[in-house]
């Protein structure tokens, strides 16, 4: 990883190179390898083609992506799950690559293809499934969470060995992603939300069912219609896939969820409330009413203020309202309206009381 880290540094800092770590630690765990064999210090590994049973396996992995969205480029995570025997892959972009979105990804992903698959899911150690490798084998040490989630779902997980050496173990979803990335995401696609592109990546999906795969007689849908007849039925009942906090808010009217703080009504200060945060949105209860909702922030350290949860407040003393940083995000976002420039209250006489009372 030093290694990996210091060529990063020296494409940027001596060559101004435009690329990513990521994309440097992905060229390195490749040439690694090959250097290697070339200079005759390491064999090249042998592969055993393998065959795959319809509606037996698939793979699941993340990806990191590039968008520019509401104007920003930022770095998201595209989840990614590919069933091994027809090739058919669903995607899901995320502000993070957490549990929440690790769940969500598979929830959408099964729905959309109308069940599970029978045997298993190939993965590697991801700390939302892993919580401690146990030595080289197969064994590990699961999360709570995800245990009762793929016991919800009847998930049957098969990790992929750490490191390099169990890259190829997952290959059909590693490929699946360096392809929907060069196909979909170049150039840069330009969205408002996160919403937005994933109606685009569902489309996307949808016309990459039409193609045919290496050397293969029938397109991707072709195969996944003769499997998906062979998948298990999904569980009737929902699982819910946020992760639960219940802050304090604070005088600011602010909630610290993670790195980064939320608004919410002013009534509320003092009080505790409930969060559910998803991976791209996080909706606030009072007891059990919802009182506030937040697409989630990227940027760690940021805040997103609503411009309504501070009226009552901005009444009262009507001459913070010029700089409100409510105010300036809603402008920003264009969610200031004339409702919210409305006649102010007037303001108080020496005497404490407004004219005419």
Same mark, same amino acid.
């Given at each position: ?9 020296? #494409?940027?800092?001596?060559?101004? !190179?435009?690329? %990513? ?15 290697? !064999?070339? %200079? ?78 029978? $045997? ?8 939302? @499934? ?16 995800? &245990? ?15 490191? &390099? ?15 929907? +990335? ?10 408002? $939300?996160?919403?937005? #592109? ?14 045919? &795969? ?23 009942? *929902? ?7 219940? *802050? ?9 969820? +993670? ?5 919410? *009504? ?13 991976? $791209? ?10 009182? @506030? ?5 990227? @940027? ?14 901005? &009444?009262?003393? *009507? ?28 303001? %108080?006489?020496? %005497? ?6």
């Amino acid at each position: 990883m030093a290694i990996t880290i210091r060529i990063f540094h020296r #494409l940027v800092q001596e060559h101004d !190179a435009d690329v %990513s770590y990521q994309m440097v630690r992905r060229y390195v765990a490749d040439r690694k390898p090959e250097i290697l !064999a070339a %200079s005759g210090k390491a064999a090249v590994e042998a592969f055993v083609p393998q065959t795959h049973l319809p509606g037996h396996e698939a793979e699941v992995d993340f990806g990191d992506v590039t968008v520019r969205l509401a104007g920003e480029l930022v770095t998201c995570y595209l989840f990614s799950l590919r069933m091994s025997y027809s090739g058919k892959a669903v995607h899901r972009v995320f502000a993070s690559c957490g549990q929440e979105a690790f769940f969500e990804g598979h929830v959408h992903a099964l729905r959309t293809l109308g069940g599970v698959p029978r $045997s298993k899911i190939r993965y590697d150690n991801l700390k939302s @499934a892993v919580a401690q490798v146990l030595g080289l084998n197969r064994a590990r040490v699961e999360t709570d969470r995800w &245990i009762a989630f793929r016991s919800h779902f009847n998930i049957e997980s098969f990790y992929c060995r750490p490191g &390099i050496e169990g890259a190829h173990e997952k290959g059909g979803v590693e490929g699946m992603i360096g392809y929907f +990335r060069r196909n979909h995401f170049t150039p840069v696609p330009e969205v408002e $939300s996160l919403a937005e #592109l994933n109606e685009l990546v569902d489309q996307w999906d949808l016309h990459d069912g039409h193609r045919r &795969i290496g050397s293969r007689p029938r397109t991707v849908d072709e195969y996944f219609a003769v499997e998906q007849p062979l998948l298990m039925p999904l569980p009737q009942e *929902p699982f819910e896939t946020g992760r639960l906090f219940t *802050p304090r808010v604070d005088r600011y009217s602010q909630i610290a969820v +993670r790195t980064n703080r939320y608004s919410v *009504p002013t009534r509320l200060i003092g009080k505790r409330v409930r969060v559910v945060l998803h991976a $791209s949105h996080l909706v606030v209860y009072d007891k059990n009413v919802e009182v @506030a909702r937040h697409e989630r922030l990227i @940027a760690k350290g940021s805040c997103r203020l609503d411009l309504d949860h501070y009226l009552e407040a901005l &009444i009262r003393k *009507p001459g913070a309202f010029p700089g409100a940083t409510a105010l300036e995000q809603a402008r920003s976002a264009g969610k200031f309206t004339p409702v919210h420039d409305g006649p102010r209250p007037a303001k %108080s006489t020496a %005497s404490g009381t407004a004219p005419g009372h």
